[in-house]
C-alpha cells in the first residue's frame, strides 16, 4: 500500500535531503490497526519536467503483526510512473488543449489512453467533492485538464489518491 504525502518540496530537493526527509510516522497498519515499525527505504527514479532524472528514496513501514507494507510516496509522483505528476500532467494538458507533444507519440497517448479510461472516476470525484451539478459535454477531458489545473495537479491527485484509494491514472 502506498500513502501520498505531500513534503511541499520539490522532487530536487528531495533528491537533496536523501534519507533525512521528514516523513510522517505511521503508527498503526491501516489493515490489522497493530503497530508499524520503519522498513527501511526502497530506491525508485522520478523524471521531472526539466528532464532531469533524480533517484531517491521512499519511506517504507512495516507491520509487526500481518507484515503488510507501507510506503510514504511523495505527491509530486504518481505509484508505477517515473515521470513527475507535473511531467505528466503537462503532456495531457499539451495534447488535450493544443494537440502538440511535449515527448514522444507512443507515450503520450499512452497517458491520454488511461486518463481517457479514467475520466468516469475523475467526474466522480469532482462531483463528490467539488460540485454535484457540473455538467460535461462532449469535450470532457478538455473540461477536467482545466478543473485539475484550477486545483493544481498534487492537490487534485492526493485529494483524489484519498478519495478512491487509488490514483488518477491507474487501471
Known amino acids: 500500500m502506498q500513502i501520498i504525502y505531500d513534503f511541499n518540496i520539490s522532487p530536487a530537493q528531495y533528491f537533496m535531503n536523501g534519507q533525512d526527509n521528514e516523513f510522517p510516522v505511521i503508527e498503526r497498519c491501516p ?93 466522480s470525484f469532482f462531483r463528490d467533492n467539488i460540485n454535484k451539478k457540473i455538467p460535461f459535454g462532449k469535450r470532457k477531458a478538455i473540461k477536467l485538464i482545466e478543473m485539475i489545473k484550477s486545483l493544481t495537479a498534487q492537490t487534485f491527485s492526493q485529494r483524489y489518491h484519498n478519495h478512491f484509494n487509488k490514483d488518477f491514472m491507474a487501471l
Do not use: W
Open 31 to 123: 489493515y490489522c490497526n497493530d503497530l508499524m515499525i520503519k522498513n527501511g527505504f526502497y530506491q525508485r527514479f522520478v523524471i521531472t519536467f526539466s528532464r532531469k532524472t533524480y533517484i531517491i528514496f521512499i519511506r517504507r513501514y512495516r507491520c509487526k503483526h500481518c507484515d503488510h507494507t507501507v510506503s510514504i510516496l511523495p505527491s509530486f509522483l504518481l505509484p508505477q510512473f517515473q515521470r513527475s505528476l507535473e511531467f505528466i500532467f503537462h503532456c495531457l494538458d499539451q495534447y488535450f488543449l493544443e494537440k502538440s507533444y511535449t515527448l514522444a507519440y507512443r507515450q503520450v497517448h499512452f497517458y491520454c489512453q488511461r486518463f481517457r479510461q479514467n475520466i468516469p472516476g475523475i467526474i
